[in-house]
């Protein structure tokens, strides 16, 4: 694996007892690029990231993230990677700093750095006057941005997104997106799992998984292309029927 590459899986395979939840997944993620992960309600999308994240131990095949071997050191990986759950990933009870602060301190930042980087953040997202407000008591748009900010605010080498703009509005999506694209160009790696299929006109390269196996890979314009279709949303239509 090169330093070029920040996923490579082979072959990844979960099972639990006769039902297969990955099957046999064979893909690359290039540094920098916007990767997207998309898929129905149970294709496998949460499975896949569990072990690519160091969650869950895979049953077969072999897959290294961010350098590291998923069966050997998944310790290792959760160091070096950021994540932001759909289901929001901040303490609703804590104020914005302190959720800064947390995370950081989590992710073995020292404290001068810490109180460095936060104030920084404070003002790129337009919330110092937020800093001591709770978390529950922020817009959602805010929320959203300050989650994906805490998530890269290591400097990981690649952040996993899982269906990061869901209940927002149209113009805190686009906003949302502006800061993957900046987070790409400073070379963190976004892997984006998502339902709105327009978003999938953003990423780079889009997989798509049906029942378990990415029977898609490929840019969007590409697998337009390929499927004779207008938009993504088509192409995944097509592909869900044929299943």
Same mark, same amino acid.
């Given at each position: 694996?090169?330093? *070029?590459?920040?996923? /490579?899986?082979?072959?990844? &395979?979960?099972?639990?007892?006769?039902? &297969?939840?990955? +099957?046999? $997944?064979?893909?690359?993620?290039?540094?920098?690029?916007?990767?997207?992960?998309? %898929?129905?309600?149970?294709?496998?999308? #949460? #499975?896949?990231?569990?072990?690519?994240?160091g969650l869950l131990r895979p049953t077969s095949g072999s897959a290294r993230v961010a350098g590291y071997d998923v069966f050997r050191e998944p310790d *290792?990986?959760? @160091?070096?990677?950021?994540?932001?759950?759909? @289901?929001?990933?901040?303490?609703?009870?804590?104020?914005?700093?302190?959720? $800064?602060?947390?995370?950081?301190?989590?992710?073995?930042?020292?404290?001068?750095?810490?109180?460095?980087?936060?104030?920084?953040?404070?003002?790129?997202?337009?919330?110092?006057?937020? @800093?001591?407000?709770?978390?529950?008591?922020?817009?959602?748009?805010?929320?959203?941005?300050?989650?994906?900010?805490?998530?890269?605010? *290591?400097?990981?080498?690649?952040?996993?997104?899982?269906?990061?703009?869901?209940?927002?509005?149209?113009?805190?999506?686009?906003?949302?997106?502006?800061?993957?694209?900046?987070?790409?160009? @400073? %070379?963190? &790696?976004?892997?984006? #799992? #998502? *339902?709105?299929?327009?978003?999938?006109?953003?990423?780079?390269?889009?997989? $798509?998984?049906?029942?378990?196996?990415?029977? !898609?890979? /490929?840019?969007?314009?590409?697998?337009?292309?390929?499927?004779?279709? +207008?938009?993504?949303?088509?192409?995944?239509?097509?592909? !869900?029927?044929?299943?």
């Amino acid at each position: 694996m090169d330093d *070029h590459t920040v996923i /490579d899986a082979k072959g990844l &395979t979960k099972r639990f007892n006769s039902f &297969t939840a990955v +099957d046999e $997944i064979t893909f690359k993620v290039k540094k920098g690029e916007i990767f997207g992960f998309l %898929g129905a309600n149970g294709a496998g999308k #949460t #499975t896949a990231i569990k072990m690519l994240t160091g969650l869950l131990r895979p049953t077969s095949g072999s897959a290294r993230v961010a350098g590291y071997d998923v069966f050997r050191e998944p310790d *290792h990986i959760k @160091r070096n990677i950021g994540y932001m759950s759909q @289901r929001f990933s901040l303490y609703n009870d804590l104020t914005v700093v302190e959720n $800064i602060r947390l995370y950081a301190g989590i992710y073995g930042l020292k404290r001068q750095k810490i109180n460095q980087k936060a104030g920084d953040l404070l003002h790129t997202l337009g919330i110092h006057s937020y @800093r001591d407000s709770l978390v529950k008591d922020l817009p959602l748009g805010f929320k959203q941005k300050l989650a994906f900010s805490i998530a890269i605010f *290591h400097e990981p080498r690649m952040v996993f997104l899982d269906e990061p703009t869901g209940g927002v509005d149209p113009i805190a999506r686009r906003q949302f997106w502006e800061m993957i694209y900046e987070a790409a160009e @400073r %070379g963190i &790696t976004p892997f984006v #799992t #998502t *339902h709105y299929m327009d978003e999938a006109e953003y990423c780079d390269r889009v997989s $798509i998984m049906v029942e378990g196996k990415i029977m !898609a890979l /490929d840019t969007p314009g590409k697998l337009k292309e390929k499927f004779k279709a +207008d938009s993504m949303d088509q192409v995944f239509l097509k592909l !869900a029927r044929a299943s």
